[in-house]
C-alpha cells in the first residue's frame, strides 16, 4: 500500500515561491541495495526504474547551460547506475559541485569495490545514511548487518580523507527518527554522534544533518497500518513554524525523475505532484533550458508541514 496525496487536494499550508535555483537534484533509479521502512521513493533491489542514457545527457546540457552551483544524486542507490560515474567525472569537469547520498553499505556491493577512491578522486561530497550511532536502532530501520556494514565504510572513506576538515573531502551522516516522531534538536544530536562515533569507532565526520521523516509512502504506509496517519499529521501541523518557510529546500532546488521529469522537489516527486502549481505534472528538464523558475509558484499539499515542523528539515538537515 503506498500513501499518496491527490493532485488536486487543497491544502492550507501556506504558499511559497522560489527564489534563485541552486541545486539540481537527479534521480537516477529507485533500484537500491536496501529496503529501509522510512525510504520515501520506496526504493528496494527489485525496483527496476533507471534513468537511461539520453536523459542522462540532458542533465549534463542543462549544467552545461549555466547557474547551477550543486548536482544532488539521489536514489535509491545512485551508484548502481552505469552512468554514475561517467555524470561525476562531467559534471566536476566544468565545475559543479557534486553530492552523493549515500547509503554506505554500497561501498560493499559487488562490482563497487573502487567507489570509495573514486568518490575521493573527484571530490564528491558524502551525504552518508546513518540513522542511529546505536547498533540496535539501526537494524530494527535498516536490516540485520547494516550497522556493521556502515561502520566499515565510514572507517573507509576516513582513511581517505573523508571528514577531516583539511582534507577538503565533506563527509556528512543523516539521521531519520524511528517513528511518528521529530528529530532531536540537530546541534545536539550531532554533538552526541561525534562523541559515541569517535570514542567506540575512532570515526570522524563533518556535519550531522537531521531529516523528518515525511508521511508518503513505505512510512506513510506504516504509519496508516498502525493507525497513526493522522496523528502524525497533526503533530506536524502543531509543530509548523513559518519562520522555516524563507528556507525550505525546494525554493532554490528542482528535482528530476529518473525519466526526466522535473518537480519541485524529491517528495513531490515520489507523489506525482506537478512543478509550479501547474496543471501539466510532465515539464520535462529540457523544457526548463530557457526559463527562468525565480519567483514561480512551488506546487504545495499537507506533507509540506514535514519540512516546517520544529526545527525545520531539508537535504541539508534543519533550517533552524
Not at 499550508?13 to 525510504?39: D, G, K, M, W
Not at 550531522?208 to 506536524?236: C, D, E, W
Request: with cysteine; charged share 20%.
Amino acid at each position: 500500500m503506498h500513501v499518496m496525496l491527490h493532485r488536486l487536494e487543497v491544502s492550507d499550508f501556506p504558499p511559497i515561491t522560489r527564489a534563485r535555483l541552486e541545486t539540481l537534484q537527479v534521480n537516477l533509479s529507485y533500484r537500491c541495495n536496501q529496503a529501509c521502512l522510512h525510504c520515501h521513493v520506496n526504493a528496494s533491489p527489485q525496483r527496476k526504474e533507471m534513468m537511461d542514457s539520453e536523459t542522462v545527457g540532458q542533465v549534463i546540457a542543462f549544467l552545461r547551460h549555466g547557474g547551477i552551483k550543486n548536482l544532488d544524486l539521489t536514489g535509491g542507490a545512485p551508484e548502481l547506475h552505469p552512468h554514475f560515474r561517467h555524470l561525476v567525472e562531467t559534471v566536476r569537469a566544468i565545475g559543479i559541485h557534486v553530492i552523493d547520498r549515500c547509503n554506505l553499505t554500497i561501498l560493499e556491493e559487488p562490482g563497487q569495490e573502487g567507489l570509495a577512491d573514486f568518490l575521493a578522486k573527484n571530490h564528491v561530497e558524502i551525504a552518508a545514511s546513518l540513522p542511529c550511532y546505536l547498533e540496535d536502532n539501526v537494524e530494527r530501520q535498516r536490516g540485520e548487518g547494516v550497522f556493521a556494514a556502515s561502520i566499515r565504510a565510514l572507517k573507509r572513506l576516513n582513511a581517505l580523507g573523508y571528514g577531516s576538515p583539511e582534507s577538503g573531502l565533506v563527509l556528512n551522516l543523516v539521521f531519520n527518527p524511528q517513528g511518528p516522531v521529530l528529530p532531536p534538536p540537530q546541534a545536539s544530536l550531532e554533538e552526541a554522534y561525534r562523541h559515541e562515533l569517535k570514542v567506540h569507532h575512532e570515526i570522524v565526520f563533518n556535519r550531522l544533518y537531521t531529516i523528518t521523516n515525511m508521511p508518503i509512502q513505505r512510512f506513510g504506509s506504516t504509519l496508516v497500518s498502525k493507525g497513526q496517519f493522522h496523528a502524525y499529521m497533526k503533530l506536524l501541523r502543531e509543530a509548523h513554524h513559518d519562520e522555516n518557510l524563507e528556507h525550505v529546500m525546494c525554493r532554490n532546488l528542482i528535482s528530476v525523475d529518473w525519466r526526466g521529469y522535473v518537480h519541485d522537489c524529491d517528495f513531490n516527486q515520489v507523489l506525482g505532484l506537478p512543478l509550479g502549481a501547474g496543471s501539466n505534472p510532465w515539464t520535462h528538464l529540457f523544457d526548463l533550458l530557457q526559463c527562468n523558475l525565480e519567483g514561480q509558484p512551488i506546487t504545495i499539499a499537507d506533507h509540506c508541514y514535514g519540512c516546517t515542523a520544529g526545527g525545520g528539515s531539508g537535504c541539508n538537515g534543519a533550517l533552524s
